[in-house]
């Protein structure tokens, strides 16, 4: 594998149901993030982590829950989520957390919540 | 006033014409300036950084920064269908941890 990998591509859920999005860097990167992009809006940051520790929270709800185990690995942990929810989650990552180094992309994860 | 601003578009450009995209921000300490390509269904992907003013050019794309009048544009020279995405211009401020991204400007290259 190379680059940003994230499981699963496609996700639908209902309201009550629990479930995890996981995000894998294989670039020797130190940050990690997660974007949501909903249809017209622009790409919102939920959550940075460097070397393992968050280090923003962009007001982010209490339904979303990440963890970061290792700078390689991160996820998103979902419960509760309303359908206003449904989005595409991207995971990113890059050399450092600067917000100036380029930041490489993961495929994705669409999100349906029913 | 948002903070990185976009024209939406559709902006339609006849193949082989230059393809200009313009972005505005509002924080004047702003200091990395991104431009990604992001295809249909797909995540973003880099084409272009800039941190002076001036402009940069790499292949067909060339990017110019003007930090007095806030604002970074991308041109693409002979312009492809392939070029056919939305192009999301990211901003930085020196010291902060985040991109800050405008809406995207979605253009189409007729052949």
């Known amino acids: 594998e190379t680059g940003v990998t994230q499981t699963p591509r496609h996700l639908v859920m209902g309201m009550t149901n629990k479930k995890s999005l996981k995000c894998e860097q294989h670039?020797?990167?130190?940050?990690m993030y997660w974007y949501k992009q909903s249809a017209k809006k622009p790409l919102e940051l939920m959550f940075v982590?460097?070397?393992?520790?968050?280090?923003e929270n962009n007001s982010v709800p209490s339904r979303f829950s990440p963890e970061c185990p290792n700078s390689s690995h991160l996820f998103l942990h979902l419960h509760t989520l309303q359908p206003e929810d449904s989005a595409l989650y991207l995971c990113?990552?890059?050399?450092?957390?600067?917000?100036?180094?380029?930041?490489?992309f993961g495929p994705g994860t669409r999100l349906l919540v029913l | 006033q948002k903070e990185v601003e976009q024209n939406s578009g559709p902006l339609s450009v006849p193949e082989g014409a230059i393809a200009s995209l313009n972005c505005t921000y509002s924080?004047?300490?702003?200091?990395?300036f991104f431009w990604y390509r992001q295809y249909s269904g797909k995540s973003p992907e880099l084409i272009m950084s800039?941190?002076?003013?001036g402009d940069k050019e790499d292949g067909r794309f060339t990017a110019q920064l003007n930090k007095a009048s806030q604002y970074v544009s991308l041109l693409i020279r002979d312009s492809q269908p392939s070029d056919s995405a939305t192009y999301l211009c990211?901003?930085?401020?020196?010291?902060?941890?985040?991109?800050?991204f405008g809406q995207g400007t979605r253009l189409t290259i007729n052949p």
């Open positions: 990113a990552s890059s050399q450092e957390p600067t917000g100036g180094e380029t930041q490489y």
């Open positions: 670039l020797g990167h130190n940050a």
């Open positions: 982590y460097n070397f393992k520790e968050q280090t």
């Open positions: 924080d004047r300490v702003s200091q990395s």
């Open positions: 800039i941190y002076s003013n």
């Open positions: 990211a901003v930085n401020k020196q010291g902060a941890q985040k991109l800050v």
